[in-house]
């Protein structure tokens, strides 16, 4: 890794706000991603009520309330700062580099900046350590979701899992497309040393597969691990990208 580069590299940074953030290339300019905000609530709780979003996603509950989103808000908000002061005080610590490995993207909320410069919040893509999905054994499962969690970030060995929503209204566009394909050469490549990252998508979910495929993952087939989801069953699809 090159020296004198800002451990935030190569995150731009709002001049106005001091926010980090990473812009999508052409033809999607108008797009950026973000950490998460304090006053994300209301329009997070607008897209996780939305049925073409929650219906392809595991985590939500339905109806999603007001308290469920400032609990969603205060935890991903958490997790972001402690990565960016992570890197802060890793500036102070190696001012001539070299950049230091994290454990997750920062920068996750995708927000379409308007004329006049506001945004609005549109989609989420987030990294975390592999859930093992595909491993049918329980006990199995287990074993090696621990082996993986204690595994130091930047170890090339971790697998890695990225999850992702879009709002129906900027589906076809080719924003998400873009968006997992810059945060992973741009970030999770030379920030987390990641060299295998995983995809679990529910079975019919066509277009998020080929979100993926287009970003060369590999459809390695659906199983089913016995997972249900707000009472119904769920069978997966493991898409796979490795270096």
Same mark, same amino acid.
């Given at each position: 890794?090159?020296s ?10 709002n001049p106005?706000?001091g926010e980090?953030?990473l ?5 999607h300019q ?13 329009v997070?709780m ?20 007001p ?11 958490q997790?972001s ?10 500036e102070?610590?190696?001012p001539?580099?070299p950049?230091?490995?994290v454990?997750?993207?920062? &920068?996750r909320?995708?927000?379409e900046?308007?004329e006049?410069? /506001? ?12 859930p093992?999905?595909?491993v049918l054994?329980?006990a199995?499962?287990k ?7 204690c ?7 971790i697998?890695?899992?990225?999850g ?7 589906h076809?566009?080719g924003?998400? /497309?873009?968006a ?5 050469s741009?970030w999770?490549i030379?920030r987390?040393?990641?060299?295998? &990252?995983v995809?679990?998508t529910?079975?019919?979910n ?10 060369g ?10 997972k &249900?989801?707000?009472g119904?069953?769920?069978?997966? /699809?493991?898409?796979e990208?490795?270096?």
């Amino acid at each position: 890794m090159t020296s004198r580069q800002s451990q935030l590299h190569p995150l731009e940074v709002n001049p106005q706000t001091g926010e980090p953030f990473l812009r999508l290339p052409a033809p999607h300019q108008n797009i950026i991603i973000t950490p998460p905000r304090k006053g994300d609530q209301l329009v997070n709780m607008q897209h996780m009520n939305d049925p073409a979003i929650y219906k392809w996603i595991e985590g939500p509950p339905v109806p999603y309330l007001p308290e469920d989103a400032d609990s969603w808000i205060q935890l991903v908000t958490q997790q972001s700062d402690a990565i960016l002061e992570y890197l802060r005080k890793s500036e102070e610590e190696f001012p001539n580099g070299p950049l230091q490995f994290v454990d997750a993207s920062p &920068v996750r909320y995708i927000r379409e900046v308007k004329e006049g410069g /506001t945004d609005v919040l549109i989609g989420d893509v987030q990294f975390r350590r592999g859930p093992f999905e595909e491993v049918l054994d329980e006990a199995e499962r287990k074993r090696m979701q621990k082996e993986n969690a204690c595994k130091p970030a930047g170890d090339p060995t971790i697998q890695y899992a990225v999850g992702d929503w879009l709002s129906a209204s900027h589906h076809g566009r080719g924003i998400m /497309t873009s968006a997992i394909g810059l945060l992973i050469s741009a970030w999770a490549i030379p920030r987390m040393g990641a060299r295998h &990252v995983v995809a679990h998508t529910f079975a019919g979910n066509i277009g998020s597969n080929r979100v993926f495929e287009k970003n060369g993952f590999v459809n390695m087939g659906s199983f089913d691990n016995g997972k &249900v989801v707000r009472g119904e069953k769920k069978i997966l /699809t493991l898409l796979e990208w490795k270096v």
